[in-house]
């Protein structure tokens, strides 16, 4: 249930292109992409020291959210099956899995899959969605789905733990079934929860192995770490291990084009400088999204970022 990071070191990941391409932050030459470009971008993670690859879960856009959102959204644990085919060492991780969607066991069964699959290399993120017209369309209550995720995180866990789970909460109680194949990771694939509300900060401290920030919390990262050290520690978790991640936007170098005030731009040394400041505030991984106009100026950000700013995230 642990991915190793090592002792000072900050670790990288990323949410992939392609499989997602909401308007808000997908570039424009993805619109003509499919899986050959998909595929080199995760071979180029591969090769390239990153910790994860991230795919998204929406099964269905309703109108009009799909004028913003698109309807560009691949099947996550498809995908992630197939990279685990591509791919030797980087982890295949859903960010974010949004479990009130579906049966508790079908999930389970999906990752322990994933798990076997890949030789152990699958991480679980999961969430609690916020699309209510895509909850009424899959018959599922919006304002139950923060419990319904409590519940299903401990269905999905037991699952994880126990080739015949058992578990009682009031929606989903389990017994007397078997799952397989059982997880290559002991005690299964590592469940890190999504998003930065406080109930989403609640639920990572409470119930996750880690902590996937949607953008920093309204109290601030520094606040929002040491919430959940001391939520953790209060539950006599201090000593478990917690990956805490973060966000950053990079493109390495001096763009010639407008590439947005967020992003973290430079030479090797200023970014990974900037970065390693997140190491300072306790972030254990940050989740790095380049900003490319092309497949390959995006696997050349990735290039660089693995060969110039990995080795300085040191702390």
């Not at 578990?167 to 389990?174: F, L, N, R």
């Not at 106009?293 to 693995?306: A, H, K, V």
Request: aromatic letters at 8%.
């Amino acid at each position: 249930m642990t991915v190793e990071i090592p002792n000072g070191k900050l670790a990288y990941g990323m949410q992939l292109p392609v499989q997602s391409q909401s308007t808000i932050y997908a570039e424009p030459w993805e619109a003509g992409a499919g899986a050959d470009e998909l595929a080199a971008v995760a071979r180029s993670a591969d090769a390239n020291g990153f910790l994860y690859i991230a795919v998204c879960d929406h099964i269905a856009i309703p109108k009009p959210l799909d004028e913003t959102m698109n309807t560009s959204w691949w099947d996550t644990t498809t995908t992630l099956g197939y990279l685990a085919a591509l791919t030797e060492r980087v982890h295949l991780m859903s960010h974010v899995y949004v479990l009130p969607y579906r049966h508790p066991l079908v999930a389970a069964k999906a990752f322990l899959t994933l798990d076997a699959v890949s030789r152990g290399r699958a991480i679980l993120g999961v969430g609690a969605g916020h699309v209510e017209k895509e909850f009424e369309l899959l018959g599922v209550d919006f304002l139950r789905r923060g419990p319904l995720l409590d519940e299903a995180i401990d269905v999905v866990r037991a699952a994880f733990v126990d080739e015949y789970p058992v578990a009682d909460g009031p929606t989903w109680p389990v017994s007397g079934a078997g799952l397989r194949p059982r997880p290559v990771q002991p005690g299964g694939p590592p469940i890190w929860v999504g998003g930065s509300s406080p109930a989403a900060l609640r639920r990572a401290a409470d119930r996750g192995d880690g902590w996937l920030p949607q953008g920093p919390p309204k109290l601030g990262m520094r606040k929002g770490i040491e919430y959940l050290r001391s939520r953790r520690a209060e539950a006599g978790k201090a000593d478990e291990p917690f990956v805490i991640g973060a966000n950053s936007v990079v493109h390495i170098g001096q763009p010639s084009w407008d590439v947005g005030q967020w992003c973290l731009t430079g030479p090797a040394e200023q970014v990974a400088e900037k970065l390693r400041k997140l190491a300072g505030i306790g972030v254990d991984q940050v989740q790095v999204r380049f900003r490319a106009r092309t497949l390959g100026e995006l696997l050349d950000q990735m290039d660089r970022f693995g060969h110039d700013v990995a080795p300085l995230l040191k702390h």
